[in-house]
């Protein structure tokens, strides 16, 4: 082997940098309709996905993206009972949702079923709770399954995507957030996966601009670690409808029943707290 087949490098072009992983074995690559997946065994961080040459997830790490989306979004709302997550395809994102005894019905709407598929065979951990009865995996396009969705009959939308470009890009719009909007109960709550707070700024500011034009009434962006995606540091951006999401039930967050490896009350306050070239995003 040359050193080049050895190591997977995601590479930032605009930012000059890039981050690689020592590769053991290539598991799995194959071309869906949607996009180009490859799956690896790491030396060093488990299996590892790629979606279009962009690391989607590690063993190692997964867990601070997936209890980062998950659980600053329903601490937030004050009874979440129906939520739904669109992409999130290796059911990462909805078993943490799962975790939460009070959600009755955890919707995935995934566009690539593959996804899915190759979660279940590489990554079955992250697929553990598919089998919960609450969990409802459908495969098809979020964006017009929002659209068709009853208004007022979610209390939570996650939005799990990838980067704003190819099949994520109509995630990150005014018009996908009325939508997200109409379909939302009155105290729901929208949290999106909203990139690096260093390398995209201006991409969080446009989400909270679309946000509140579409109607919400508070926007909150959250900031977690994540070396594995660019620059290291992560962000997800929170919508509420007539509540602020910088808002959260802290005690039954404190007393939850269930494990997280990143988690806790206390993450959940710091993480909602801007450092200086950030702050004045949100309101
Ligand atoms: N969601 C994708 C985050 C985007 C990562 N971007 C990148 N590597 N350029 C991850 C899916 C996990 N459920």
New binding site residues.
Partial sequence: MTLDTTWFT?TYPKDGAAFSFKIKAKLHEERTPYQHIEIYDTEGFGKLMVIDG????TDRD?FL??EMMSHPVLFAHRAPKKVMVIG?G?C??LREVLKHPGVEEAWQVEIDERVTRLAEKYFPELCSANDDPRARLYFGDGIQWLKDADPGSLDAIIV????PVGPAEGLFNEAFYRNCHRALRPDGILVG?SESPLFHKALIESMHQAMRAAGFDHTRTLSFPQCV??SGWWSATLAGKGVDPLQFREQDARKKEFDTLYYTADIHKAALVMPAFMEGIGG
């Fill in positions: 995601e962009c690391v989607m997830l997964n993206y997936h999130g290796d990462g994102t799990d995507s990838t980067d996966q995606y660019p």
